[in-house]
């Protein structure tokens, strides 16, 4: 049993996530890694860029929010470089805007909408978008008993059947790491993943959301063919517009349909 006012016994968490999971859905956070990839949506949800940002003065990041049906809609980047202007991929900057996010918006969930390397071997094409099952890392091998377990980092996406089923998406396991390219080393790790797709944020807003229990979705769509033929940069740069395209308009598919719904009916 809990000791005497110090929080919730183990029964009454459940308890509590229950009745929340049957409450509409209110509040939710994108968390987006590139601003080029975000512009559509804030575009078509009318969001506006919070002059009064909740974050510290010294980041980047950017928060743009509004209101879209009945639904409280932030979009977070974690903005550029503030060396070299380019945006904060990777899983550093994803983290800390995710911890930063859930600590002053509390969402009810959990969005990273984002561009991803496909495995064609896995069934993937350039444009598909992907509802990950579940995202680990690849370049976190720690070869000692259970810190190996830990290096993956595996965890669980919010399930989401109805969403699946109704907006007809794929399905299929993220592999995150902080390099663009894929090492040989990254190959086997990925395989072991057993991942379709390959990004570079996923598992560490999988991990942090995991921390405070916040359900959340990643969605990734398919700008690059890693076993193709083609260098991924150029494929990547290539397909960057028309790929965010498809992006948004699963992302907008996915907003009407969470729309008026509770977690538990996703
Ligand atoms: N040069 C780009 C940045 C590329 S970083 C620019 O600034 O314009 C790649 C971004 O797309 C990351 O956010 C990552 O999550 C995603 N991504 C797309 N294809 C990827 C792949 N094959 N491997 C890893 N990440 C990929």
């Known amino acids: 049993m809990a000791a005497h006012g110090d929080g919730f016994s183990a029964a009454a968490t459940e308890e509590l996530m229950g009745q929340l999971e049957k409450r509409p859905i209110c509040t939710i956070v994108f968390i987006v890694a590139m601003q080029k990839e975000a512009q559509p949506l804030i575009d078509k949800f009318g969001l506006v860029k919070d002059v009064n940002s909740p974050f510290p003065k010294e980041v980047a990041w950017v928060l743009f929010n509004g209101m879209y049906k009945d639904l409280n809609i932030n979009i977070v980047c974690p903005g550029k470089d503030a060396t070299l202007g380019v945006d904060s991929v990777g899983t550093v900057p994803a983290s800390l805007v995710t911890y930063a996010s859930i600590q002053a918006i509390q969402p009810d969930l959990i969005i990273n909408a984002g561009t991803a390397g496909g495995f064609k071997a896995k069934g993937a094409s350039i444009g598909d978008v992907y509802i990950v099952s579940s995202a680990a890392f690849h370049d976190r091998r720690i070869p000692v008993p259970v810190l190996d377990l830990y290096g993956v980092g595996m965890r669980k996406a919010f399930p989401t059947p109805n969403l699946i089923k109704e907006l007809n998406l794929k399905v299929g396991r993220l592999s995150t790491g902080d390099s663009m390219d894929m090492s040989p080393h990254d190959k086997e790790s990925i395989t072991a993943n057993d991942a379709t797709v390959k990004d570079m944020e996923g598992a560490a807003v999988?991990?942090?959301?995991?921390?405070?229990?916040?359900?959340?979705?990643?969605?990734?769509?398919?700008?690059?063919?890693?076993?193709?033929?083609?260098?991924?940069?150029?494929?990547?740069?290539?397909?960057?517009?028309?790929?965010?395209?498809?992006?948004?308009e699963s992302a907008t598919k996915v907003i009407d349909f969470i729309s008026g719904k509770c977690l538990s009916e996703l």
């Open 206 to 248: 999988a991990y942090v959301a995991d921390i405070f229990k916040v359900p959340t979705i990643l969605m990734k769509a398919v700008t690059d063919i890693v076993d193709g033929n083609r260098p991924t940069s150029e494929e990547f740069l290539e397909n960057l517009a028309a790929v965010t395209a498809k992006l948004y």
